[in-house]
């Protein structure tokens, strides 16, 4: 369970990291200096999350499509850095692979929590696919949407941490 929920603790981060940054873009434009300088750190978050979901899931299209999703959102950094605001679209292109990648996550939280698992994995899509519309100024969906898989990931990490003997060592979440 360790690398699991290492890889949703990492997950949970990036998702609250990503409605600051939905916030931040909407008011402030794409090539705000702090949105990038989150940006760039959601990348990092995304190699971290990446190797413990490798290693928690075991799934060779896992392995093999998680580094072209995190490389292309990668290059949509890099190109927002350089002034070029095309990287927003490039970044956006991106995390059309979020789901892919996420429903491969569900398959082993469907044994956890069907239901939140359900959740993250429709609110994944759902902020995916709805990330072009912060480019026609309506942030607020995709904000929606990463709002709830922030709510699944908390109930999904509560449980997984209390089968991982969280709460018999006195942790809390």
Do not use: C, N
């Amino acid at each position: 369970m360790g690398d699991l929920l290492a890889g949703l603790i990492g997950s949970l981060a990036a998702a609250v990291v990503i409605l600051v940054v939905l916030y931040m873009v909407a008011h402030f434009g794409v090539l705000y200096l702090p949105a990038m300088a989150l940006m760039t750190l959601l990348v990092v978050i995304a190699v971290y999350v990446y190797i413990r979901f490798k290693r928690a899931l075991g799934e060779r299209w896992f392995t093999i499509l998680g580094p072209p999703v995190i490389g292309a959102s990668a290059a949509g950094v890099v190109l927002l850095w350089l002034g070029r605001g095309e990287g927003a679209v490039v970044v956006a292109a991106a995390y059309f692979g979020e789901p892919v990648l996420g429903y491969f996550i569900y398959k082993k939280l469907a044994g956890v929590d069907r239901l939140w698992a359900a959740v993250f994995l429709l609110s994944a899509a759902a902020y995916a696919y709805s990330l072009p519309a912060v480019m026609a100024g309506h942030w607020y969906i995709p904000f929606a949407a990463d709002l709830a898989k922030t709510v699944a990931l908390v109930f999904i990490i509560r449980r997984v941490w209390g089968a991982a003997g969280g709460q018999r060592r006195g942790g809390r979440f």
